[in-house]
C-alpha cells in the first residue's frame, strides 16, 4: 500500500489550465511526465512553505 507522499496530481483539461496560469506546467503535451512535473512543483512549493 503506497502513501499520500507516492501519490501524483491528476493532469486534466482544468487542471492543466490552471497550471499553465500558475507557471507549474510548461509541457506542451499533458502527458504522464506533465502530471510528474506537475507534482514536483507542487511538492517543492509546499516544502518551501513550511
Request: with cysteine.
Amino acid at each position: 500500500m503506497g502513501y499520500p507522499a507516492d501519490l501524483i496530481c491528476p493532469c486534466d483539461v482544468h487542471v492543466e489550465r490552471v497550471a499553465r496560469r500558475l507557471g507549474l506546467l510548461q509541457r506542451k503535451q499533458v502527458d504522464w511526465m506533465a502530471a510528474e512535473d506537475l507534482t514536483a512543483h507542487l511538492r517543492a512549493s509546499t516544502r518551501s512553505t513550511r
